[in-house]
């Protein structure tokens, strides 16, 4: 029987506390580097959007004036074109103009959803209305831990342990 041979970590290992420093100083050469990149796509990708509203601008408009236009014709010739209501959808010699009915929407006046509530309650239109129960997480981890201990399923863990490597921020070396 063999054993199996314990593999070296993939990571480079420090020995001493002076490779440990270098190691800590390439890592924030790294993240420099990497921040400079990201800014740099940043401000390609920034470029290319303004480049392409700019195009785009004049397109839209052009776009939404022919639409509105053909919405004004149909709607003029809409009995016409959809033999009386006969259908919704008429074809064109290059493309198709359509209604779609869309679905009811409930909407509520601004700054008026308590009432509505209280109304449907007083109404007694409960049915109406939508209650939700959820646990508060946050009373929970700031509660003794034998006020929650005696709820079945319930389980306050630790959040762990997290190891950082943050070098200084100092300016790249040029």
């Known amino acids: ?18 490779l440990a420093a270098a190691q800590l100083a390439e890592l924030g050469d790294l993240m420099r580097a990497r921040e400079a990149a990201r800014a740099r796509a940043e401000t390609e990708i920034a470029a290319l959007q303004a480049a392409v509203a700019a195009e785009d601008a004049p397109l839209a408009e052009r776009a939404s004036a022919l639409t509105e236009g053909l919405r004004i014709w149909a709607e003029a010739h809409r009995a016409r074109l959809t033999r009386d209501g006969a259908t919704k959808t008429v074809k064109l010699q290059t493309g198709v ?45 700031e509660a003794p831990f034998a006020a929650v201990a005696a709820a079945p399923g319930l389980e306050v863990a630790s959040g762990g342990e997290e190891f950082i490597a943050a070098p200084d921020r100092m300016e790249a070396a040029s």
Do not use: C, H, Y
Request: glycine share 4%; no cysteine.
């Open 1 to 18: 029987m063999s054993k199996a041979k314990k593999l070296a970590p993939s990571a480079p290992v420090p020995q001493t506390d002076a």
């Open 97 to 141: 103009v359509q209604w779609r009915s869309l679905p009811p929407k409930v909407a509520v006046a601004r700054g008026q959803k308590e009432a509505v509530i209280a109304a449907l309650e007083a109404a007694g239109l409960e049915a109406f209305l939508r209650r939700k129960v959820d646990l508060n997480k946050e009373a929970i981890l």
